[in-house]
């Protein structure tokens, strides 16, 4: 039975990625919590874990540094898969709890950032008081026995059945459409088949901060039609202004025009870090511009081969 | 006496920020903790603060999200000064605990995701417990007579000087030469005097997601040689992959390169926000590409006025 | 009355460029035709003629050289008309020739150009003999008594009418969609009205001759969103591989992105040379894209003005 | 013995670079002079000759418009050697013509577009007369026992010295400096081997007439850190504004960069047709950008081959 490990613990959304994930697989896996994506994704360097579910993008927050970070360094591990989920929170209270009780708020500090216009409209008196996970708000007000510092948990809605806690508000959100993209992470090895409709993720290291380095990176794209999904700057740690690039573009490493385009990358950068191709979650399929298929491609190739043989 | 707000409490280093900008101010000012970047914006905005000092981007961590966002949104601010301070953590405890009572460590998760690796190595056993801020850490341990979950802050060494912390190890810090860049805030109305050494914070708003309009954005700043010294992409939480850009380039807004090209970017994007020109924290002077100068631009309108007199 | 110089003798097509435009000017010009297009442009230079039409451009050989470097160098002179004629050559004879009789056929080099694919089809065997003019064939093959060297002549249709020639063929041509255009060009003073209609010439010379040179002028059109239609490089003259570029594009001078991309034209190239913003002859209205009005111009003057003031 | 073609007659330029490029061959060459530019192309391309010399670039005129056109249509051809010869015409006359006796000059109209201002300044009554070659010129005046329509020729000094003409002036000129490149062209074959100082000749056909197309080319270029050494439009002759690209940039087809360039433009050109690779007269190195050598093409491979692996 394989093993994959989570950004646990249980009861918070990237288990129910997981587990929407394993609706989809050839076997039912082992799930085992882990408490930070370092951790979980060590597991899979090590060989512990088959894989692992971590969170890599908030459409209201943005990318997720923490794994955006240790993807980019470290042993190679490469995206296999990719998971939407709606996310909802709920408000959530030991039983007898009353709206007016709500002193203090405990949640992640990530969650806390999708609620909390909401909670000045709603429990404007009401403190926000940090917790390692949502999850783990919602374990600390149910077995607590009432000493937890706060009365109230902002959590997803498993986590409050599986802590037996009464929901006390559903839909507690600032954006109502917000979604969170989780990646499924193994060790190099194999690559999902092509299918028309992936993506391919990577990490771009300037060959020196002159700021025109964007720009040739971004050509080595365009010429080849190759369309970005994402695109982050995240600091090298080494000195302020030194940036790397997370990119998702449209695309498997097996499409020729990708290829190319890889290979143009690995020239002008310092470095490049192949981070997986899969296939997309929402099923968008790629837009190809015209002469860049592999058909065009390979007509390109029968050309050259001509008129060298010349 | 003017007023100044910061993300407080004191003792952090944003407090450390602006005493260091306070220096150079014409007038001691009076400066007000404030427990959030958005209440220290707010204060500003309401006209109860004459100007906000906040954390803006971080050498190790990239771009503060939650400022970053705050000045995107809302009534407009401008940064009228920016400063930067090395950022050296110190592990501070009561008096009489010793390296192996530390269980548990708060601090901000902020400042956690720089020490991490360093606690790792140090302190592998010790849980991490997160807290509103690294002065709250240190203020929670200090004051609350034993009764902090955790035994061990780490802070700025002035909130461990503030609350009578004993500190046990300094130069706490993954990367030693972490450095943390501040924004002071003020309503608009006076843009600080150009320098030479100047640099100008936009948000770009691209027209629709797709993904040439960066490279369009961009070509507005190549085509009148504006380098950019930071590119944030941050999402604009109304879908997936809908992004827009927190941008710092070099040159202030009475530069003729920096005013036309920020009017390509107003022609350009779905929106422009200007956040300001002002000096430099580091002095670096502005590179000009041939062509680029106030005297080029002053040539051109007088070689365009007399072609069209013709 | 004015008097208009053109590239002659009577019976060219250039006169007829002029006859045509006359019907549309405000007064019958007198028309003077001169030796050269040298001879032509020196004539209104010297302010004894109004204006000179010449050829520009052919749309089987391509720019006329001679008007595009005369043009680029000298007093300065402007286009302010231009106008298409269809080529289409006669073979003319005296009377009492017959195809048979055909041993040498006169004509000026452009014209052979045009037709020698249907001589070597119809008229194998007959002798190309270069003239001065097409024009100039025909006067010499009527008017010396059967001593020129040639017996048949290849000209425009009224040459053959106004020399009293017999038409052996009509249509003659390799092309028979051939056109030329024909600039009218006048001192500088007075530039044609805006229309929504117009193209603008300029000649742009490098800075340097390094490569990438030409990407960087193309680049300033195009953040502006302005279409080239013609491109042409010429030499210097100076060395090999050193060339300046003679380029018509749409719009009129008084186009806010016009004139933009002019100064910025003016900026990164060693020299511009204007030459004239004038309506076009087959009246394509200008493609004009999203952010490129003059009313996008003015919004962004309007919000540069703002931001400046705050 | 090999048989090369020329445009001739003989006592051309042309003749001159076939001469100066034969002491380089391995075999004395027969040289078979032609009339024009087609026929002696027609010869190569029929196999009377195994290569025709012809001129293709006037440092002084541009492109020679016959050569380039000739070259882009018909049976494929390649350029397989390049020579420079510096374009210095003598006035010749025949024994005891004297300078006040000259009343008309005949040359080629391309000779004459060099020398019409030193004739200006020299002889400014003289009239032109077009001849169908320089050496043409020499032979009339020289032969015609005294017939000619003129009284001068402007042609090589070889001419000169072959027909027993009279040398009056020497480096009649405009510009002093002029020089030609010329052409060996052969039947595809056997691309010249590769020696670092190379240039590749190319003609592009855009896919449409839309303005954008030459950058989309150019950037195929640039992307690759290709330079240009020449640019030509030629119009296509299907329609005024249609224009094709002849192009001369550094480097051979079996350089990567080279190759993969050629490959990009054949995917977004409607038409590339490849003139050959070989060595620059000049013998200037070309230049190769970082990222561009033939080891860092072969090194992204590699990667590209072991992430496929992964």
Redesign the interface.
């Known amino acids: 039975m394989p093993r994959y490990a989570y950004l646990g613990p249980a009861g918070t959304f990237t288990e129910m990625a997981l587990r929407q994930w394993s609706q989809t697989a050839a076997e039912e896996p082992a799930m085992v919590p882990l408490a930070t994506v ?1 951790a979980a994704l060590a597991a899979v360097r090590a060989g512990d874990a088959d894989g692992a579910m971590v969170p890599i ?6 990318g997720v ?2 794994t955006l970070d240790a993807l980019s360094g470290g042993d ?1 591990l ?1 995206v296999v898969a990719e998971v ?1 989920v709606p996310i909802t929170f709920v408000l959530a209270v030991r039983a007898g709890t009353r709206r007016e009780d709500l002193v203090a708020i405990g949640t992640h ?1 990530h969650a806390w ?1 999708q609620v ?1 216009h909401w909670m000045e409209q709603h429990l404007p008196n009401a403190a ?5 996970s949502t999850a783990e708000a919602a374990r600390e007000l149910a077995h607590s026995g009432g000493g937890a510092p706060f009365q109230g948990a902002v959590c997803a809605p498993a986590a409050a059945d599986q802590h037996g806690l009464t929901v006390l508000e559903r839909g507690v959100a600032d ?1 109502p ?3 969170t ?1 989780f990646a499924l992470v193994a060790r ?4 999902p088949a092509r299918t028309g409709r992936d993506k391919t993720t990577v990490v771009l290291f300037q ?1 020196d901060d ?3 380095g ?2 040739a990176m ?7 039609g190759v ?9 090298t ?5 030194q ?1 790397c690039f997370s990119i998702d ?1 449209e695309g498997h ?2 499409d020729d025009r990708v ?2 385009t ?3 990358l ?3 950068c310092a470095g ?1 870090r ?1 981070l997986g191709s899969y296939p997309r979650a929402d099923g968008v399929e790629a837009s190809v511009a ?3 298929t592999d058909a ?2 390979v ?3 029968g ?2 081969a001509g ?2 043989g ?1």
Chains 1, 2, 3, 4 share one sequence.
């Open positions: 370092d993008e908030n459409s209201v927050e943005g540094t923490a190679p490469v939407l500090s950032a909390r926000y008081l940090p917790t390692m954006n459409n917000a979604v993209r190099p090895g194999r690559i060959r002159h700021p025109g964007l720009m971004l050509e080595q794209f365009a010429t080849r369309n970005l999904t994402r695109l982050e700057s995240r600091p740690g080494e000195a302020m202004g940036y573009f490493v097996d290829a190319e890889l290979m143009g690995h020239r002008v490049v192949f015209p002469g860049t065009d491609f007509a390109a190739r050309w050259l008129i060298r010349f």
